[in-house]
């Protein structure tokens, strides 16, 4: 039994994708998107992604609505410009990655450390409100 590729948003054109599998015609989409790892410890929720080679200083983070973006570029050092290359796959630009926080957040306490590639940022879960009961005045 064959495998097929399932591609559940877009329509499947059987033989015409086969062809153009090899033409990289949508960048955006075969752009660096960065990998993420969201988890929870009993204080923070803490979100790991690989940036291998990426300068720190060129990476954003911003935390609105519960909701972390990161954003940054990166560039590819070459020395030698002109190039016979049979394939090129490591790229310069820009990337962005957004993800909706499994629980209210803190923000505004929020840090991240860049160690060896791997951006780490531990965000304090925001105290939820308690439930306050009210007592009813008969007059």
């Given amino acids: ?34 990998a993420l790892d969201v988890y929870q410890t009993k204080d923070d929720v803490v979100v790991e992604t690989a940036l291998p080679g990426v300068d720190p200083n060129k990476v954003n983070i ?33 990337f962005h990655r957004s993800v909706a926080l499994p629980t209210a957040v803190n923000g505004d306490k929020a840090k991240a450390t860049y160690e060896k590639g791997l951006l780490k940022i531990v965000v304090p879960k925001e105290e939820r409100a308690k439930p306050k009961t009210v007592k009813v005045e008969v007059k």
């Fill in 1 to 34: 039994m064959a495998l097929v590729r399932w591609t559940p948003l877009l329509p499947s054109f059987g033989e015409a994708d086969k062809f153009f599998d090899d033409f990289n015609l949508m960048p955006s989409v075969s752009g660096f998107i960065p």
């Fill in 62 to 94: 911003s935390i609105a609505n519960d909701v972390l973006i990161v954003e940054g570029s990166f560039e590819k050092k070459s020395e030698v410009d002109e190039r016979n290359y049979y394939r090129q796959e490591i790229r310069s630009g820009s």
